[in-house]
Structures are given as structure tokens and as C-alpha cells.
């Protein structure tokens, strides 16, 4: 038998309801600097509008996957000993 590493490549489509005073491109542009820190994009999210929240004190909705996920392809990374 093999073994292989295998990629899925998926979008997810989150809704972010926020005052109308934050910037959500630069949450987002915060949240993609801190990425690596975390194990999805969505906790990269929530964790900058946290955050954020606690300095400025706004108010958040954030709900994973709401607008639904998408597979866009598959890949094969490597063969596994």
C-alpha cells in the first residue's frame, strides 16, 4: 500500500457583522499578518476583532462558514515512506 500527503483546497465563506466604524479590510489585512499563528483563517479573524474589541470597544458578530464552504480542487503533495 502508499501513503500520500494530499492538499484540499477550499474557500470558506464567512458573515462579520460590525460597526459601522471598523475597517474590515484592515481587520482582514491584520488577520492575514497573523495567519501562521493560528490553525484557520477564521481564528486569525475572530482573534484580530477580539483584539481590536477589547481597545476600541465595538461590538462583533462572526459566524464560521454561514455563507458556506467550497472545494476547489485537490492536490497530491507527496509520497509518504
Known amino acids: 500500500m502508499k501513503k500520500y500527503m494530499l492538499c484540499e483546497r477550499v474557500n470558506h465563506y464567512h458573515e462579520v457583522e460590525v460597526d459601522d466604524e471598523v475597517d474590515i479590510e484592515g481587520v482582514l489585512d491584520k488577520a492575514f499578518e497573523e495567519k501562521d499563528r493560528y490553525n484557520t483563517g477564521y481564528e486569525s479573524i475572530e482573534d484580530t476583532l477580539l483584539q481590536l474589541r477589547k481597545f476600541f470597544g ?13 472545494t476547489i480542487g485537490f492536490d497530491i503533495i507527496d509520497e509518504l515512506d
Open 58 to 70: 465595538f461590538s462583533y458578530k462572526l459566524s464560521p462558514n454561514s455563507c458556506g464552504t467550497e
